[in-house]
């Protein structure tokens, strides 16, 4: 079968043996970087946003042989080990891309492609200052919907009380998205039963996890 981390390429660049802590997705080289549209096989598709690892894709490849699993990631350093990992492991259905979410996802999916987002752990920092650098504002929560088919899920983790809520608040704005858990709610379970790296520090150090899960309706709705 032939690799999906093959047909998706490795980013441009030398390789580095550290991967950096911090990347401002602002900088004009990561607003310039114009990926193409990915050649994905036919079958279900899920993307996590800042994979970085990509522990939660592989763990996820394990139970869903038949559905592409696709990594978004700013840093390159962690898309050529996504992929050398998929590579020597032999695995088909993984593959990391190097490409902005605040930029590059209508290059990559078309509308109603995508089954599931997952967006683990984004935004690390909350300080008021770096409240312009958030990865989920409205205008890429509409354009997840967009990519989302009808019925189709995004899950968004944090440990960071800040950070959830004010998610939570840009996604229950957002017209033809419907919370899963009910309005205006966090839910207590991830669903997926795969866990990011991110995830399982959080579990081990016992911190509180701020989950929501929304669907895209499946017909249209009347704005909020
Ligand atoms: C805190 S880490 C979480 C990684 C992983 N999802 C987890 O839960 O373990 C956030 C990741 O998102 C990536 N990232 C941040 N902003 C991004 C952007 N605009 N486009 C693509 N990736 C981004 C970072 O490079 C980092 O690897």
């Known amino acids: 079968m032939p690799l999906l981390c093959e047909a998706v390429g490795l ?6 043996r550290r991967v950096r802590h911090h990347v401002n997705p602002l900088k004009l080289e990561f607003l310039q970087m114009a990926p193409p549209p990915l050649p994905l096989p036919p079958g279900p598709v899920e993307v996590e946003l800042g994979c970085a ?4 894709l592989f763990e996820r490849a394990r139970q869903h042989p038949g559905t592409s699993l696709i990594g978004i990631e700013i840093r390159p350093e962690w898309v050529r080990r996504v992929n050398e990992r998929a590579r020597a492991q032999g695995v088909p259905n993984v593959a990391a891309v190097h490409a902005n979410i605040n930029q590059d996802l209508p ?38 919907r967009e990519l989302l088919r009808p019925g189709g899920e995004l899950l968004f983790q944090s440990d960071v009380f800040e950070v959830a809520l004010a ?58």
Do not use: M
Not at 11 to 16: E, F, H, T
Not at 53 to 56: L, W
Not at 107 to 134: E, M
């Open 11 to 16: 980013p441009p660049g030398p390789r580095s």
């Open 107 to 144: 290059a990559l999916f078309r509308p109603g492609q995508v089954d599931r987002f997952f967006l683990n752990f984004p935004d690390p920092w909350f300080k008021r200052a770096q409240h312009k650098r958030r990865v989920l504002d409205l205008a890429l929560a509409e354009q997840l």
């Open 167 to 224: 998610a939570l608040e840009v996604l229950e704005r957002t017209a033809g998205l419907t919370n899963v858990c009910g309005e205006w709610s966090f839910c207590r379970q991830n669903p997926y039963g795969a866990r990011s790296l991110r995830e399982i520090r959080a579990e081990e150090r016992g911190l509180r996890i701020w989950r929501l899960l929304f669907q895209r309706a499946t017909a249209p709705q009347a704005c909020r």
């Open 53 to 56: 690892d990509a522990r939660f």
